[in-house]
């Protein structure tokens, strides 16, 4: 249920043209999950920016927290891009201002939401065991 966030200048983005890899590496679980982005095939528009990490994360069924639905209104999906962070969009101000919000930056932080991987290269996306949402309903 993403959306946009009517604040921010939408800015051009290189989509990618072939497909590529994107491994999510769950540091609480110590686990991995890597999923082919062919772009041809990819729903676009459903959570934050199209071709983003965090709507690559969502296809593949990998659970990243999202408390604004994904419109840079937060820093809950914060992550580490440990490979192929070159073929990744550039933060804009308005990421960069979010991510000093997040907890443990590095130079790897971005927000999921907003980081569009052009396809130019494979990427590896750690998120880190902090980023769960620890709430539970009860019945």
């Known amino acids: 249920m993403g959306g946009v966030n009517p604040y921010i200048r939408k800015v051009p983005l290189n989509r990618p043209t072939m497909p590529f890899t994107v491994t999510f590496i769950d540091e609480e679980t110590n686990t991995s999950k890597s999923y082919v982005m062919d772009p041809s095939k990819f ?6 920016l199209d071709g983003s990490l965090l709507a690559i994360a969502e296809e593949a069924g990998v659970e990243i ?10 820093s ?8 192929g962070s070159g073929s990744c969009s550039k933060a804009t101000e308005n990421e960069e201002d979010e ?12 927000l999921s939401c907003q980081c569009v991987p052009d396809g130019s ?18 019945h």
């Open 43 to 48: 729903p676009y528009g459903h959570i934050g």
């Open 76 to 83: 809950t999906c914060h992550v580490y891009v440990r490979d």
């Open 99 to 110: 991510l000093d919000k997040a907890p443990a930056l590095t130079t790897e932080s971005r």
């Open 121 to 138: 290269a494979d990427v590896v996306v750690v998120i880190p065991k902090w980023n769960r949402n620890q709430v539970s309903e009860g």
């Open 65 to 74: 927290n999202h408390s604004c639905g994904g419109v840079c209104a937060c």
